[in-house]
């Protein structure tokens, strides 16, 4: 079992920058894949970013790359996604989710925070 707790959401201007954070608690964190995806309301998740359990391998949706760096702190049991350069469109809220094996599909995560608003004005 991964029981995960996101936070770090928030109101900001287009440029500007913000760090989510995934908090889990479980004894299979540290060798579980964690991957982050957004919604907008009334749409399906969208794959965002995805890490493996060592921190060594990473992957991002090709609107994420070059702005968002995910990584993760198994010390901490802590999962984060430093979101540079926003856009109004990466509105969304923003989940994080946890897996055995690294992927984008939204199906595969078997464990899923509740979510944090981010909201991007132009």
């Known amino acids: 079992q991964v029981q995960l707790v996101e936070s770090g959401g928030g109101l900001v201007q287009a440029g500007d920058s913000l760090r989510l954070s995934c908090a889990a608690s479980?004894?299979?964190?540290?060798?579980?894949?964690m991957a982050w995806f957004r919604r907008v309301p009334g749409k399906e998740r969208d794959f965002v970013a995805t890490?493996?359990?060592?921190?060594?391998?990473?992957e991002y949706a090709d609107s994420v790359k070059g702005r968002f760096t995910i990584s993760r702190d198994n010390s901490q049991s802590m999962v984060y996604l430093q979101m540079n350069s926003l856009k109004p469109e990466d509105t969304a809220i923003y989940y994080c989710?946890?897996?055995?094996?690294?992927?984008?599909?939204?199906?595969?995560?078997?464990?899923w925070g509740q979510g944090t608003q981010v909201t991007v004005s132009s």
């Open positions: 989710a946890a897996a055995t094996l690294m992927s984008n599909k939204e199906s595969e995560y078997p464990y």
């Open positions: 479980g004894r299979t964190f540290s060798r579980t894949a």
């Open positions: 890490i493996s359990w060592s921190g060594s391998l990473t």
